[in-house]
């Protein structure tokens, strides 16, 4: 089944160019199923760009999956134009009301941040602990992941001495996990971040298994099933030009930047980079939603009644 999203949102052009199956809301309305709820909360400044690559992941699934975009209420993207905030976008003030099978919270470019000085932080809490009650699943992302394991379980951050950029060879550490079904023992993974969480502190918690890990970049995915999060602390969504995008940005704009690692071929910048994760990450994606679809209720108001 395609992905249900607005006809008019940008990405669907995008995505119906791809090849990515989408679904019209009169089509949608006469299937007799009950589509899987899957909203997007979405704290990057370029939302347009963020969409697409979530969207894509998302709509490759033969599920039928009605996709919500939501935003911080009280926080102005710099990069977003405001109408399409207001045609697209609800603020989780106005879907708090509501139950999810899935929900992805992304990172945001604040990791530098101590967590109590984002001026949204506030509003973060409330949504990770709204999303033990009104969620099946979360998918927490990046900045998102290190934010939500250090709310549920006071992992902390580290800052890096230099930004962790470029693409990362990954192992496999649980191939029995059902999110990486399908997995190859070692496997590349894209990688942004000045910050990282380490493994003695998570190892500390019996609740918490990590899945993926690197020896260059540490610790990648881990996984809380009681709470039904999944914590992916790189870019599995990236599009094959995302780490281009973010190396010539800093570039043009005169901030010291090495080249992405194990990215451009032959290290040269002027060679377009080869999407070498693009197939692990949709079975990633596929693998959640299947997870989520075999073990959410079907009266999606039950959602969070047994939660711990």
Avoid at 5 to 23: F, K, S, W
Avoid at 248 to 254: A, H, L, P, T
Wanted: proline share 6%; glycine share 6%; net charge negative.
């Amino acid at each position: 089944m395609p992905i249900k999203i607005p006809d008019t949102l940008p990405a669907y052009e995008t995505l119906v160019h791809e090849g990515v199956r989408v679904m019209t809301e009169t089509a949608a309305i006469r299937q007799d199923i009950r589509p899987l709820q899957i909203g997007l909360l979405n704290l990057m400044p370029n939302k347009i760009k963020t969409e697409v690559q979530m969207a894509r992941l998302v709509g490759a699934s033969p599920l039928q999956v009605e996709f919500s975009l939501i935003r911080i209420g009280g926080h102005r993207a710099k990069n977003t134009p405001e109408e399409h905030l207001l045609s697209f976008y609800e603020t989780w003030e106005e879907v708090r009301h509501r139950k999810f099978d899935g929900f992805i919270i992304t990172g945001a470019p604040i990791e530098l941040l101590d967590y109590e000085d984002v001026t949204y932080w506030n509003e973060m809490q409330q949504i990770f602990e709204w999303t033990q009650t009104n969620v099946h699943s979360t998918l927490n992302v990046c900045w998102g992941a290190m934010a939500a394991i250090y709310h549920f379980h006071g992992v902390p951050k580290y800052e890096l001495k230099e930004k962790a950029f470029g693409v990362y060879r990954h192992r496999n550490l649980c191939p029995s996990s059902i999110y990486l079904n399908g997995f190859s023992d070692d496997f590349q993974v894209p990688v942004s971040r000045w910050t990282e969480v380490r493994r003695a502190d998570i190892e500390k918690n019996p609740k918490l298994e990590i899945l993926m890990e690197s020896e260059e970049m540490g610790v990648c995915l881990v996984h809380e099933k009681q709470g039904n999060r999944l914590y992916m602390f790189n870019h599995v969504e990236y599009d094959s030009t995302s780490l281009s995008d973010e190396y010539f940005r800093d570039v043009n704009s005169g901030v010291p930047i090495k080249l992405p690692h194990d990215y451009f071929p032959h290290n040269d910048p002027e060679l377009a980079p080869l999407n070498r994760w693009r197939s692990h990450a949709h079975l990633f994606f596929g693998n959640w939603i299947n997870e989520i679809y075999q073990t959410t209720p079907y009266d999606l108001e039950t959602v969070g009644e047994l939660a711990a």
